[in-house]
């Protein structure tokens, strides 16, 4: 039921008057005939006596009132409510699925950080690869997503989130460590490399693939999944990788891994964020959105 009718009715029966109803709405006369005119029809009640000086309700109009003074009294109450959630403190549960390289590195941070920022707010992360991180946005199953790769998908859309530094890590002493070296000298060393699909691998494989060469070109010793397993083997000396420069820096500040570079290469990645199509966002994603873009900025 159209709450402007009710209101427009309870208003006449106050004021006994139409136009003392219309002045109290800010309204005019004919709007609020009109009103009336449409709540009578579609109840098809006469709800108001016209024939005297005075408006009076009728007894199904009397019924009516009270009724509606219940129902416009819970509405008041209802926007109130929303009114004082909308400018209150954070509340609620934040679900974000993540791929394995932001959701290994930056974002569990930047969550953390936003978390102890508001109480209220529980943080709950699932990581996995690319496209089961976009196909639980689209079922709804998390608000939102990060990935490292865009992967085409009618349930979602992807926006930039922020950018990654790709970077060829080696093992401490490693003689690429500090050097820009060339794509025959990379070619002669093993080569660490993530999962296919793993979004680094992806970024990798446009990069070569611009400077005319080929992952098969290279000398791949190892193919071990996640950046994590990936960093362990050069950690351990195992080889070298490329890899995001956030997985690595604290192996950086404690000096057991180190960065080289290729000349020709210059590998970076754009973490895209991912929502459902048509979803209404809460208020908690969109201030972690907000704070996040500020954090990483």
């Given at each position: 039921?159209?709450?402007?009718?009710?209101?427009?009715?309870?208003?006449?029966?106050?004021?006994?008057?139409?136009?003392?109803?219309?002045?109290?709405?800010?309204?005019?006369?004919?709007?609020?005939?009109?009103?009336?005119?449409?709540?009578?029809?579609?109840?098809?009640?006469?709800?108001?006596?016209?024939?005297?000086?005075?408006?009076?309700?009728?007894?199904?109009?009397?019924?009516?009132?009270?009724?509606?003074?219940?129902?416009?009294?819970?509405?008041?109450?209802?926007?109130?409510?929303?009114?004082?959630?909308?400018?209150?403190?954070?509340?609620g549960r934040l679900e974000i699925g993540a791929s394995t390289g932001p959701g290994g590195t930056v974002l569990p941070v930047v969550l953390a950080e936003f978390q102890q920022l508001h109480a209220g707010v529980h943080v709950a992360l699932a990581v996995s690869d690319t496209q089961h991180v976009v196909e639980q946005v689209a079922r709804r199953e998390v608000e939102l997503g990060v990935v490292g790769a865009s992967r085409r998908h009618r349930g979602v859309v992807f926006e930039p989130f922020f950018r990654?530094?790709?970077?060829?890590?080696?093992?401490?002493?490693?003689?690429?460590?500090?050097?820009?070296?060339?794509?025959?000298?990379?070619?002669?060393?093993?080569?660490?490399?993530?999962?296919?699909?793993?979004?680094?691998?992806?970024?990798?494989?446009?990069?070569?693939?611009?400077?005319?060469?080929?992952?098969?070109?290279?000398?791949?010793?190892?193919?071990?999944?996640?950046?994590?397993?990936?960093?362990?083997?050069?950690?351990?000396?195992?080889?070298?990788?490329?890899?995001?420069?956030?997985?690595?820096?604290?192996?950086?500040?404690?000096?057991?891994?180190?960065?080289?570079?290729?000349?020709?290469?210059?590998?970076?990645?754009?973490?895209?964020?991912?929502?459902?199509?048509?979803?209404?966002?809460?208020?908690?994603?969109?201030?972690?959105?907000?704070?996040?873009?500020?954090?990483?900025?």
């Amino acid at each position: 039921m159209d709450t402007r009718q009710l209101a427009a009715f309870c208003a006449v029966v106050e004021r006994r008057s139409f136009s003392q109803a219309a002045e109290q709405l800010g309204v005019t006369q004919p709007a609020v005939s009109l009103q009336i005119r449409s709540l009578e029809k579609r109840l098809g009640l006469q709800l108001l006596d016209r024939s005297g000086r005075r408006v009076e309700p009728t007894e199904a109009g009397s019924r009516l009132y009270r009724s509606a003074q219940r129902l416009l009294a819970m509405e008041e109450q209802l926007l109130a409510d929303l009114g004082d959630e909308a400018e209150g403190e954070l509340a609620g549960r934040l679900e974000i699925g993540a791929s394995t390289g932001p959701g290994g590195t930056v974002l569990p941070v930047v969550l953390a950080e936003f978390q102890q920022l508001h109480a209220g707010v529980h943080v709950a992360l699932a990581v996995s690869d690319t496209q089961h991180v976009v196909e639980q946005v689209a079922r709804r199953e998390v608000e939102l997503g990060v990935v490292g790769a865009s992967r085409r998908h009618r349930g979602v859309v992807f926006e930039p989130f922020f950018r990654d530094e790709v970077v060829l890590a080696v093992p401490r002493g490693h003689r690429f460590a500090g050097r820009t070296v060339t794509l025959d000298e990379l070619k002669a060393e093993p080569l660490v490399l993530m999962q296919e699909g793993a979004g680094v691998r992806q970024v990798i494989e446009e990069e070569l693939r611009a400077a005319g060469l080929r992952l098969r070109d290279l000398d791949v010793r190892l193919e071990l999944g996640l950046q994590e397993s990936a960093r362990s083997a050069v950690v351990a000396g195992y080889g070298i990788t490329f890899i995001s420069r956030s997985a690595i820096e604290a192996d950086l500040a404690a000096g057991t891994v180190e960065i080289g570079r290729v000349e020709g290469l210059e590998p970076s990645r754009e973490i895209s964020l991912v929502r459902s199509v048509g979803r209404a966002e809460t208020r908690v994603a969109q201030a972690f959105v907000a704070f996040a873009r500020s954090r990483l900025a």
